[in-house]
């Protein structure tokens, strides 16, 4: 059975940290490019973060750049995405997602490929 468990979204004080995790099973991240996205109510889908591939180089949305940090362990076949310094328009439901690797990979693009499989989704709410 193929699936993506995200967990570890909450609500959290302005300036505060958490860390969100995306358990795979029945594939492994390391073989796949893996995106974090996020959509605030009434907003569309944004890209948050990527990486391509294995090899990739991992990118973030301007909007997150030196706050969240993206890292996988491959022994637990689970990525995370650390957010620090988090702000009230960070609150948004956050979905990981996983697809065939690819040579690059943008974040200004993210949405516009398929992505085969996706996390349930995890709320984050930031107060100030």
């Known amino acids: 059975d193929v699936q993506l468990q995200a967990s570890g979204g909450g609500l959290v004080q302005a300036g505060g940290s958490l860390r969100l995790s995306c358990a795979a099973s029945g594939f492994t991240v390391d073989d796949h490019a893996i995106g974090w996205f996020r959509q605030a109510p009434g907003k569309g889908r944004e890209g948050v973060s990527c990486?391509?591939?294995?090899?990739?180089?991992?990118t973030y949305a301007d909007s997150v750049k030196g706050r969240f940090t993206m890292s996988s362990d491959n022994a637990k076949n689970t990525v995370y995405l650390q957010m620090n310094s988090l702000k009230p328009e960070d609150t948004a439901v956050y979905y990981c997602?996983?697809?065939?690797?690819?040579?690059?990979?943008?974040?200004?693009?993210?949405?516009?490929?398929?992505?085969?499989?996706w996390g349930q989704g995890t709320q984050v709410t930031v107060s100030s």
């Open positions: 997602a996983a697809r065939p690797p690819v040579h690059r990979l943008y974040i200004e693009t993210m949405n516009f490929l398929n992505w085969d499989y």
């Open positions: 990486i391509s591939s294995s090899h990739g180089t991992t």
